[in-house]
């Protein structure tokens, strides 16, 4: 073999070992970074996408990862926007007072808000479970059955047997997109149902207490018709008619102060008032029926609660009523003491009497339209009103007003009412 041919066999071998050793040193790299690829998506399994992701490099394997990358970064994104929607519209439900609750398909409780959960008294677990299992009110199993096939639901108006004095109203609709379900709103409805009541006994009341009156004046003006001979029969017809009349007036009067003060149309005129002056002149107007009833009339004012900056009109009036009732509800013989006082930052103007008191039950109700504590020992002349016209007044100068009974026998009303300059 001649000297040329043995050095073209040696260069080729020195450039295949280089031409290996360089593809070997290539084959590294690579495995190296696909690995480092592995190990991001290993991370981004499990859920870390926050960390930047490392140099890919620019041959095809790096355009492979980075395309990877931006669409897991994407998907990413749309998944935390997914989230804080959800987060988002749970904070909304568990902060609505409706109740709202979803059920699936096969008939189990998706969703349930909290306020769904006390209404219908559910398991903290109901969720996942089916409905027919979880709810124990047949009248909802059944409107959610009906919704679930498709039918139009009528509202249902219902109460639990462990919550009788509470009012839900249900109400149920089918859900089309996302496969089929129903959802159902639950209202509380006690509220309206007790104003509602009330005004029906409201409307009763007021036709009742009217009635009465009209009754006598309609009877005697009758007999007043037939012409009596007896001319002291005939005006003691005309003073019973004139009687039954000022109580009307008076009754319609009182509901009309009611139904201004309800609307908030009667305005408070703020005025320094002499309290001592004020206690006087309302005893005053009551002498004759206090002596005549052989009763003691004691008045207490403090000197630091003599001047008091209120609407001295409404003063006049919740005081009035109070003194009003100490005397007509307390035996002959008895005591009516109107005291007042400074009490922290509060003026306590409190009215005593030595009569019957009322009964526990009824401290807080007299102040109710209409609520008289003994129908039969009502006096003539009363509407039932005075007192819910008081607990107004006093509101309205945004004090309270309070009836409680003493130890030693007979009621006592306090008013508190805030310190004004
Ligand atoms: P009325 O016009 O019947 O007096 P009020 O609203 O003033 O109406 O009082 C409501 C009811 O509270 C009265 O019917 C009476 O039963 C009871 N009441 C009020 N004041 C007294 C009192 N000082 N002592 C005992 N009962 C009272």
Request: charged share 25%; proline share 4%; net charge negative.
């Given at each position: 073999?001649?000297?040329?041919?043995?050095?073209?066999?040696?260069?080729?071998?020195?450039?295949?070992?280089?031409?290996?050793?360089?593809?070997?040193?290539?084959?590294?790299?690579?495995?190296?970074?696909?690995?480092?690829?592995?190990?991001?998506?290993?991370?981004?399994?499990?859920?870390?996408?926050?960390?930047?992701?490392?140099?890919?490099?620019?041959?095809?394997?790096?355009?492979?990862?980075?395309?990877?990358?931006?669409?897991?970064?994407?998907?990413?994104?749309?998944?935390?926007?997914?989230?804080?929607?959800?987060?988002?519209?749970?904070?909304?439900?568990?902060?609505?007072?409706?109740?709202?609750?979803?059920?699936?398909?096969?008939?189990?409780?998706?969703?349930?808000?909290?306020?769904?959960?006390?209404?219908?008294?559910?398991?903290?677990?109901?969720?996942?479970?089916?409905?027919?299992?979880?709810?124990?009110?047949?009248?909802?199993?059944?409107?959610?059955?009906?919704?679930?096939?498709?039918?139009?639901?009528?509202?249902?108006?219902?109460?639990?047997?462990?919550?009788?004095?509470?009012?839900?109203?249900?109400?149920?609709?089918?859900?089309?997109?996302?496969?089929?379900?129903?959802?159902?709103?639950?209202?509380?409805?006690?509220?309206?149902?007790?104003?509602?009541?009330?005004?029906?006994?409201?409307?009763?009341?007021?036709?009742?207490?009217?009635?009465?009156?009209?009754?006598?004046?309609?009877?005697?003006?009758?007999?007043?018709?037939?012409?009596?001979?007896?001319?002291?029969?005939?005006?003691?017809?005309?003073?019973?008619?004139?009687?039954?009349?000022?109580?009307?007036?008076?009754?319609?009067?009182?509901?009309?102060?009611?139904?201004?003060?309800?609307?908030?149309?009667?305005?408070v005129e703020y005025a320094p008032c002499d309290i001592q002056a004020l206690v006087s002149s309302v005893m005053a107007d009551f002498e004759?029926?206090i002596?005549?009833?052989?009763?003691h009339a004691d008045a207490a004012v403090a000197p630091e609660a003599r001047v008091l900056v209120v609407d001295p009109a409404k003063m006049h009036d919740i005081l009035r009523n109070l003194v009003e009732n100490a005397v007509?509800?307390?035996?002959?013989?008895?005591t009516i003491t109107v005291s007042a006082a400074l009490e922290a930052d509060r003026h306590v103007l409190t009215v005593r009497d030595t009569?019957?008191?009322?009964?526990?039950?009824?401290?807080?109700?007299?102040f109710?339209?209409?609520?008289?504590?003994?129908?039969?020992?009502?006096?003539?002349?009363?509407?039932?009103?005075?007192l819910?016209i008081v607990k107004h007044l006093v509101q309205v100068m945004g004090g309270t007003v309070t009836a409680a009974?003493q130890r030693?026998?007979g009621a006592v009303f306090t008013v508190r009412l805030p310190l004004r300059t």
């Amino acid at each position: 073999m001649s000297s040329l041919v043995l050095a073209a066999l040696a260069g080729a071998a020195i450039a295949t070992i280089v031409a290996l050793v360089l593809l070997s040193r290539d084959h590294q790299r690579r495995a190296a970074r696909a690995g480092a690829i592995e190990a991001v998506a290993r991370r981004y399994a499990l859920g870390d996408l926050s960390r930047p992701a490392p140099d890919y490099g620019d041959d095809e394997l790096g355009a492979v990862a980075r395309a990877m990358d931006a669409a897991v970064q994407e998907l990413g994104r749309r998944l935390g926007g997914l989230e804080r929607d959800r987060a988002r519209m749970e904070a909304i439900l568990a902060s609505m007072v409706e109740g709202v609750l979803v059920v699936d398909e096969q008939g189990r409780l998706q969703l349930v808000n909290e306020a769904a959960r006390q209404m219908l008294k559910l398991e903290r677990e109901a969720s996942g479970r089916p409905y027919v299992e979880a709810i124990r009110h047949p009248g909802i199993v059944q409107q959610l059955g009906r919704a679930l096939s498709g039918e139009a639901v009528e509202g249902l108006e219902f109460s639990l047997a462990a919550e009788r004095n509470r009012t839900l109203v249900s109400r149920v609709a089918p859900v089309v997109a996302a496969g089929r379900g129903a959802v159902l709103v639950l209202h509380d409805i006690t509220d309206l149902r007790k104003a509602d009541q009330i005004r029906r006994d409201f409307v009763a009341n007021v036709s009742h207490e009217l009635r009465t009156p009209l009754t006598a004046i309609k009877g005697y003006a009758e007999a007043l018709m037939d012409e009596p001979d007896d001319e002291e029969a005939r005006q003691r017809f005309l003073e019973i008619i004139h009687r039954h009349a000022a109580r009307m007036e008076r009754l319609v009067q009182e509901l009309l102060r009611l139904a201004r003060l309800d609307a908030g149309q009667e305005a408070v005129e703020y005025a320094p008032c002499d309290i001592q002056a004020l206690v006087s002149s309302v005893m005053a107007d009551f002498e004759p029926l206090i002596a005549e009833k052989h009763q003691h009339a004691d008045a207490a004012v403090a000197p630091e609660a003599r001047v008091l900056v209120v609407d001295p009109a409404k003063m006049h009036d919740i005081l009035r009523n109070l003194v009003e009732n100490a005397v007509n509800y307390t035996p002959d013989g008895g005591t009516i003491t109107v005291s007042a006082a400074l009490e922290a930052d509060r003026h306590v103007l409190t009215v005593r009497d030595t009569g019957p008191g009322l009964p526990e039950e009824d401290l807080t109700r007299v102040f109710e339209r209409f609520y008289r504590v003994d129908k039969s020992r009502a006096r003539p002349g009363g509407t039932g009103l005075g007192l819910a016209i008081v607990k107004h007044l006093v509101q309205v100068m945004g004090g309270t007003v309070t009836a409680a009974n003493q130890r030693g026998g007979g009621a006592v009303f306090t008013v508190r009412l805030p310190l004004r300059t």
